[in-house]
Every structure is written in structure tokens, then in C-alpha cells.
């Protein structure tokens, strides 16, 4: 190589480096307008992000940038767990991007979304090991690491409280959720025709009192299953989310119907003790409204027996099993004179 390379060669090089450092970086407003677009182009305004826009997004970027952007953290492998509710939380981001964008269109505040079997290396940026996770990256941040993270009471009320960290984070307003209507328009004029046509049919069996709502064996039913999910404990168990069973520690591969402990009731025990309190509520209903009817005293008194025994029977097991639970004795009171 010359030692003394001519001037006209300098600065051919100096002119191919400076515009290759051009083209790999490119200018912030060039980076805006091209995140503008794609919100533009999604449907709910969720930027698709993976580890090459990541680094031309954020890592490479010109610090500060004229822009932040909240990143939604999302697996593939993941979706089907229960517990992390990652396709419920996903649809809520998403209408927190479409109300975002349609209350506030021209706010530099873009919505993004990264899947972790697409970009690996974005997660280990991040520093992100658990799901659900939600990062904001600010125009002043540097370093992923640094990115603001969304508490996990955040997702509590969905959308709602998703908003209410990002106005108080960047103090953008989110305005109101647009959430989409339980029924659509079509439906709803569907409906009115259906019920137009069917209107002098209806009007017809209503005059005459021939409807579901006038039969009594409905009513009936409503009034059992009322009483069964109020003495089975079935709000407490959904209030609650409490299991109908779980597996047995000592012994895998059985399961627990009836756990011991008053601070815990399975759904499973509780049906249990609803089926016995209908079943005795059934049997007084017949005993005090059919068996009456019947004229056979023979037949009277041996239905009446049966019914003592199984209630006594029905009565017995559920103070059992309350005993079991609580570890408290209920036992029959005796006059002092009959010990």
C-alpha cells in the first residue's frame, strides 16, 4: 500500500464513510413519519415489532428521539395459559391503541407489540423474564432496561387502568375506551324484523296466556336452581375462583373433593352440600303440597317415613361434614332429667 495516498483518494473515502454512516442512521423525523405509517397500516394501530425494529426503532436511534413507544410483551407458547389471560390482555392493548389513536391521531406515542419466539434478543434487551409484561420506552432512554415498566395492578381493569398508566406516564390523554357494541348494527335491525313478523303471533299467545313465562313447571325449575345456588356456595366459589377440586399431594394422581379447613370450601363439597339441602327442600315441597292430596292414609304414613329418614339422613351428613371442616362439635341438646 502507498505510504502517501493522493488527496482525491482521502477523500473518496471519507465521502463513502460519511454516507454510509447516513444511510445506517437514519434521521429521527424520517423514523417518525415511518412509525406513523405503520400505525396507519395496522387495524387497531399495534405496531408488529421484532429485533430488526427494535434496533432501528429504538437501539440505533438518535437519543432523544421525537418519539416513545409502549411495548406489549406476548408468546405464542404462552397464549393458552389461563392464568396469564395473554389473549384477553392483547385485545384490551389493542383497544387501548385504537382509542389512543383516534382520540389523540397526531400524538408521538405509537403502540407495539413483540412476540418472544420472534425476537429472542429484544426479551434479553429488555430484560423481560415473566409474562404479562408491558414497557414503556420513553424519548430519553437509552438503555431497554431502563424502559418504564407497567405495574401488574395495571392490568386489573384492563383497558381502563392500562390508560391510566399511560396518561400518567407521558401525560398524553387516552380519552375514553371505544370499546365495540355487545350487538352490531345488523343485528340489531335484524332483530326489529324478526320481531315485527312475529309480533301478532306473539301479541296472539300473550292474550290467551299461552307463553313460556305463564308456565308454571319454569317457574318451578327457576325457584330449585335458585335455591341450589344459593345453599351450594356457587358465588362464593366465583367471587372466589375457587377449584371444583385439586390433586392430592400425598397421593398423585387422586384428587380432593372435601378439604379440611373452614378458610377454604372446594366447589366440589359445596354442590355436594347443595344437593342435600335441595334434596331435603324437595322433599318438605311434596310432603307439604302433594302428600296432602293423597287420600291412602296407608300410603301417607309410609311416604311420610321415608321422608323423615332421608332428610334425617341428608341433615346428619351435613353436620358431619361441617364438623369435619371446622373442628366444631354440634351435638343434640339433652334435658338433665333424661341423663
Given at each position: 500500500m502507498d505510504p502517501n495516498p493522493n488527496p482525491l483518494t482521502l477523500f473518496v473515502l471519507l465521502l463513502t464513510v460519511a454516507l454510509t454512516l447516513t444511510v445506517a442512521s437514519p434521521k429521527p423525523d424520517d423514523l417518525l413519519s415511518e412509525l406513523q405509517t405503520l400505525r396507519s397500516a395496522a387495524d387497531s394501530g399495534v405496531i408488529h415489532l421484532d429485533d430488526r425494529s427494535i434496533a432501528r426503532f429504538l437501539t440505533s436511534a438518535q437519543v432523544p428521539r421525537p418519539y416513545s413507544v409502549l411495548v406489549f410483551f406476548d408468546a405464542a407458547q404462552l397464549r393458552s395459559k389461563p392464568d396469564l389471560h395473554l389473549p384477553q390482555l392483547r385485545s384490551e392493548f389493542a383497544l387501548?391503541?385504537?382509542?389512543f389513536r383516534a382520540h389523540s391521531p397526531d400524538a408521538p406515542l405509537f403502540f407495539a407489540d413483540l412476540e418472544f419466539g420472534e425476537s429472542q434478543s429484544s426479551f434479553s434487551l429488555f430484560g423481560v423474564s415473566s409474562l404479562p409484561h408491558v414497557r414503556l420506552v420513553?424519548?430519553?432512554v437509552a438503555s431497554l432496561r431502563d424502559a418504564l415498566a407497567m405495574d401488574q395492578s395495571a392490568f386489573a381493569r384492563l383497558a381502563e387502568s392500562m390508560a391510566e398508566f399511560v396518561e400518567s406516564s407521558t401525560g398524553f390523554p387516552v380519552g375514553p375506551i371505544l370499546r365495540p357494541p355487545?350487538?352490531?348494527?345488523k343485528q340489531i335491525g335484524f332483530l326489529l324484523i324478526a320481531l315485527l313478523i312475529s309480533a301478532p303471533y306473539i301479541i296472539k299467545r300473550i292474550l290467551r296466556g299461552d307463553t313460556l313465562v305463564h308456565d308454571v313447571r319454569l317457574w318451578m325449575s327457576l325457584a330449585v336452581f335458585v335455591y341450589f345456588f344459593s345453599v351450594s356456595g356457587t358465588m362464593?366459589?366465583?367471587?372466589?375462583?375457587m377449584p371444583m377440586v385439586l390433586p392430592d399431594r400425598n397421593a398423585p394422581g387422586k384428587l380432593v373433593f372435601f378439604y379440611q379447613g373452614s378458610g377454604m370450601q372446594l366447589g366440589a363439597e359445596g354442590f355436594a352440600v347443595g344437593f342435600l339441602y335441595t334434596t331435603v327442600g324437595l322433599m318438605l315441597a311434596f310432603v307439604t303440597h302433594v302428600l296432602v292430596r293423597v287420600r291412602n292414609r296407608?300410603?301417607?304414613?309410609?311416604?311420610?317415613a321415608v321422608a323423615m329418614v332421608v332428610g334425617y339422613w341428608a341433615v346428619a351428613k351435613v353436620i358431619y361434614l361441617d364438623n369435619w371442616k371446622t373442628g366444631y362439635g354440634i351435638h343434640a341438646f339433652w334435658p338433665n332429667r333424661w341423663k
Open positions: 387501548l391503541s385504537h382509542s420513553g424519548p430519553d355487545p350487538i352490531s348494527t362464593h366459589n366465583i367471587i372466589r375462583k296407608m300410603a301417607q304414613n309410609v311416604v311420610m
